[in-house]
């Protein structure tokens, strides 16, 4: 593995948003749920997809805050075009755990 330098850890935009909407993505070959993040004035609501049902649901997801690179280029996933990458752990079963923080902090706070 080669070690990541300053400059480049730097180039990763990881910011706090808190999911505004969440619904079931239909269309998706692999259970996911869509949403849309709300990080704050400069950078705005954007859109996801994260393959994260086996331990939330789009109800309780909702007011939940998340932590996303908004730097990548958009994505197409079937219909839908995401707009940012929802960050979790993946568990030994395969499941995703989301990567939230532990105290409310403000929307687009960026990871130092």
């Known amino acids: 593995m080669n070690d990541l330098t300053w400059d480049e850890f730097e ?5 706090v948003g808190t999911v ?3 619904e079931h993505f239909e269309e998706a070959i692999k259970p996911a749920i869509k949403m849309q993040i709300d990080f704050g004035k400069e ?5 996801s997809s994260a393959q994260i049902t086996d331990h939330y ?3 309780n997801i ?7 690179v908004v730097n990548f280029p958009k994505k197409q996933i079937g219909p839908f075009m995401s707009e940012c990458l929802v960050t979790g ?14 105290k409310e902090v403000a ?4 990871l130092v």
Do not use: E, W
């Open 11 to 15: 180039r990763i935009d990881l910011r």
């Open 20 to 22: 505004i909407s969440a």
């Open 43 to 47: 950078i705005g609501i954007k859109k």
């Open 57 to 59: 649901d789009p109800v």
């Open 62 to 68: 909702i007011g939940k805050q998340v932590a996303a």
């Open 89 to 102: 752990f993946m568990q030994q079963d395969g499941s995703i755990v989301l990567a939230i923080p532990d």
């Open 107 to 110: 929307n687009g706070s960026r």
